[in-house]
C-alpha cells in the first residue's frame, strides 16, 4: 500500500503543480524533448521513490525479525505496483485541473482502493457483486501476489501479467495525453 501512495501521490502531485502553478510543464512541451520519454522519466522516478519508501519500510520490520519473506517474486510485484501506480499518477496529474480535485480523487479513489483490495479487509467476505469489481483493480493483484509466495506458477503469472497491462495502458494514455497536450 506504501508503494501506492508514495508512487501515485510524488508522480501526480508532482505534473500538476508544474502543469498548474509552476508552469514548468509548458517549457518541457517546448523543449526539443519527446515527450514520451518525458513521461517514461517522470513514471520512473515516481516509481523508485515508491520503491525506495517500501525499501526503508522492510529494512526497518527485518530490524526488528518480522520473519517476512523477500523473494525476487516479490521485489517484482512490490516494483511493478510502484510503476503501475506511478503511471497513473502521471495521467491523473496531467487530467486533473486543480489541486483541490487532485486531493478529492486521492479521497475518493486512491483511498478507498487500500481498504477494498485487500490490504485490510479479505475479499472472500466480500458480496460476489464488488467482490468482481475489486478483482479488477491493480492493488487486489498486488495485495494477493505479495501474500501468496506458495501459488502455482499460473496464478503467479497472472497477477504480474495484470499489473504489466496495467502499466502499458496507463503509460499509453498519459503518454497520447501528453502528446495531445503538446
Avoid: W
Amino acid at each position: 500500500m506504501n508503494t501506492m501512495v508514495v508512487s501515485f501521490s510524488n508522480t501526480a502531485n508532482s505534473i500538476n503543480i508544474s502543469r498548474i502553478y509552476y508552469k514548468t510543464f509548458e517549457e518541457f512541451m517546448v523543449a526539443p524533448l519527446n515527450m514520451t520519454v518525458y513521461a517514461l522519466g517522470k513514471i520512473i522516478a515516481g516509481a523508485f521513490y515508491g520503491a525506495y519508501s517500501a525499501f526503508l519500510i522492510i529494512s526497518i520490520v527485518s530490524i526488528f525479525g518480522s520473519g517476512l519473506t523477500i523473494t525476487p517474486y516479490f521485489l517484482s510485484i512490490a516494483l511493478l505496483n510502484c510503476f503501475v501506480f506511478s503511471a497513473g499518477g502521471f495521467l491523473a496529474g496531467l487530467v486533473i485541473n486543480s489541486h483541490a480535485d487532485m486531493s478529492k480523487f486521492n479521497n475518493f479513489v486512491i483511498t478507498p482502493m487500500s481498504f477494498l483490495c485487500g490490504t485490510f479487509f479479505p475479499i472472500d467476505k466480500m458480496p460476489a457483486g464488488i467482490k468482481y469489481f475489486i478483482h479488477m483493480l491493480p492493488l487486489t493483484h498486488t495485495s494477493i501476489a505479495l501474500r501468496s509466495v506458495g501459488e502455482d506458477m499460473v496464478h503467479m503469472l497472472l497477477h504480474i501479467a495484470v499489473l504489466l497491462l496495467y502499466f502499458a495502458v496507463l503509460f499509453i494514455a498519459g503518454s497520447r495525453y501528453c502528446k495531445n497536450v503538446e
